[in-house]
């Protein structure tokens, strides 16, 4: 029997999470669970790399972890767990960060959008580091396949130069990781600005449909979303379609149909008005099991948190591991085991 591929991926628990979270990255990890030996955390220590509520990171934390059951991850298949409970993940962050010139941190396109919107002096180093952590999260698995959506190429490109820097330099020890992007729903744009990616940190109201909107709010957000002046129901790449193309790709997305079908369904629509109506309805339908889960488990913290207390001991024992070969091969002494 062969061993089965390994996949590791998170989401940081810094807002709330919305479709593009769920098409881009979620989706993509339930459909992998049964075939792959997975691990998917909530990445808490990313997100302190811009500033935190105390309170609000914890429960934003448990309502992560939650959604990612809620969505179908199965705790018997797939280790889920919060980075901070596997102190490798720090450690291997510091080991990387050591070996990552700070020329490849500045060329981040995150960093450059995230640090452009704030100030200059409150900026935390972390926010420049954030890539060496990811490729610790990434590399202390061992894992080949990494599902992300499309705006996490760049800092998976990096994980794999410092893999192969690693591996030059002190002999084998990391599996080069590959991005895995899906065809459809890799990059949902902002309902409001279809040119902008949508995102779970943006303020204005009808930006992001979120995984725990209620139907109504869903509805109003997706009859108010941008579109053009025309009537012209079909994908394109012109940039006065964005909107329609948006709204094509997340029922596309959702739906798991060809893009000829989803033009097909809408041949007979009378305007945007119907396109809307429908993208609304799918979106409504599809989220309203993963909404009830999820309610329920946020109404059983004991049981989440046995999952996740299980899923941090799985992670530990392979993490460590990695870890400890790391340190060995860089010249760390190894502390005597105390009696
Ligand atoms: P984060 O929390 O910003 O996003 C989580 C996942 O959702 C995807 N995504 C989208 N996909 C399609 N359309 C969108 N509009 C959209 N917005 C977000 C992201 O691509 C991501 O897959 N750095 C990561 C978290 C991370 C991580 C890791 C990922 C930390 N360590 C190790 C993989 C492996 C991030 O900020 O994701």
Redesign the pocket.
């Known amino acids: 029997m062969t061993a089965k591929k390994r996949v ?5 628990p ?1 807002g709330s ?10 989706k993509q990890w339930v459909a992998r669970q049964d075939r792959y030996d997975c691990f998917f ?1 909530v ?1 808490d220590m ?2 302190i790399t811009v500033p935190q509520n105390a309170d609000d990171l914890r429960h934003k934390t448990r309502e992560v972890a939650a959604i990612y059951l809620a969505a179908g991850l199965n705790p018997d298949k797939a280790a889920i767990f919060v ?1 901070s409970h596997v102190a490798a993940h720090a450690e291997l962050a510091w080991i990387l960060t050591c070996m990552t010139p700070i020329g490849w941190l500045q060329r981040m396109t ?1 960093f450059k959008d995230k640090s452009a919107k704030q100030q200059q002096d409150s900026i935390g180093t972390g926010l420049l580091n ?2 060496s ?2 490729a610790a ?2 590399l202390l698995y061992q ?1 080949h396949e ?7 190429r760049q ?2 490109e990096l ?1 794999r130069d410092l893999a192969q820097r690693f591996n030059h330099l002190y002999g084998e020890t990391f599996v080069l990781p590959e991005a895995m992007i ?1 065809e459809a ?6 309902l409001d600005n279809p040119t902008a ?4 940190s943006d303020e204005s109201e009808y930006h ?1 449909v979120y995984l725990l909107d209620t139907p109504d709010v869903i509805r109003k957000k997706v009859m108010k979303s941008v579109t053009d002046s025309g009537r012209d129901i079909r994908f394109s790449d012109e940039p006065e379609k964005a909107g329609v193309n948006n709204l094509l790709t997340i029922y596309q997305a959702f739906s798991g149909q060809s893009r000829e079908a989803v033009e097909a369904h809408f041949a007979s629509a009378r305007g945007y008005g119907d396109l809307k109506k429908g993208v609304a309805e799918l979106i409504i339908e599809h989220l309203r099991p993963l909404q009830e889960t999820h309610h329920r488990l946020m109404h059983e913290p004991g049981y989440l948190d046995r999952i996740l207390a299980d899923g941090a001991a799985r992670a530990h024992a392979v993490a460590d591991a990695t870890l400890a070969r790391v340190k060995t091969s860089i010249g760390f002494l190894p502390p005597l085991a105390s009696s």
């Not at 990494?146 to 996490?152: K, N, S």
């Not at 729903?185 to 902002?190: E, F």
């Open positions: 590791l991926s998170g989401i940081q810094s999470l919305t479709i593009g979270n769920y098409l881009g990255a979620l955390c990445v990313h997100a980075q995150q954030y890539p952590l990811m999260d990434i894992a990494v599902p992300v959506g499309d705006d996490q800092h998976l994980t899906p729903g890799a990059r949902i744009m902002g990616k949508m995102s779970k992001a």
